[in-house]
């Protein structure tokens, strides 16, 4: 015996029973819980951007975000850096940025909540914005450049083969 009176001294038969309701309990728990993190966690990457992209062209350099829908965004210059404010997270590619465009940005920065991105300018260059699509456009040109012509969105692969590195 374990030295606790007879009344309420727990069988060793008994102890399996338990363990196996608590093993239950807890089995049923986790069918509820884990398929509302998926859901959870679903939902937070379908908001996230799909990608980032950058490229430099004859003159300019380009980021491109990439979104599965319409968003929001902001766009401002100050302190020598541009500010893109998102109302959904940027989803990965924001950090290779600057290794793409080193002559116009330096080390992005994203801030905790992911829904901003902060880029320092290497020199007196200005943003110029727009969307195609679902996509964010901002180039980066030399103050007072003529601004590329706007292209109308082509098919993936055709405007993939006419632009470098499909940007």
């Keep these: 015996m374990t030295g606790l009176p007879a009344s309420t001294a727990v069988s060793p038969s008994r102890r399996p029973g338990r363990a196996r309701a608590c093993l239950r309990r807890l089995a049923a ?9 998926a859901a959870a966690l ?32 902001d766009v401002e210059t100050a302190a020598g850096q541009i ?19 080193r002559d116009y940005v330096g080390a992005a920065r994203v801030s905790p909540d992911g829904k ?11 943003p110029r914005t727009f969307t195609i699509g679902t996509s964010v456009v901002l180039d980066l040109m030399a103050r007072g450049a003529q601004p590329p012509a706007a292209q ?15 940007v």
């Design 29 to 37: 728990a986790l069918a509820v819980a884990l398929p509302l993190l």
């Design 42 to 73: 679903a939902a937070a990457v379908a908001d996230a951007a799909t990608g980032v992209r950058a490229a430099t062209h004859d003159g300019y350099g380009r980021i491109v975000f990439d979104w599965d829908s319409p968003v929001r965004y």
């Design 83 to 101: 500010i893109i404010r998102f109302d959904q997270p940027v989803g990965p590619g924001a950090e290779r940025i600057p290794a793409t465009l």
């Design 116 to 126: 901003t991105v902060t880029l320092p300018l290497k020199g007196g260059f200005e």
């Design 152 to 166: 109308a969105p082509a098919q993936p692969q055709a405007q993939a083969a006419a632009q470098p590195n499909g």
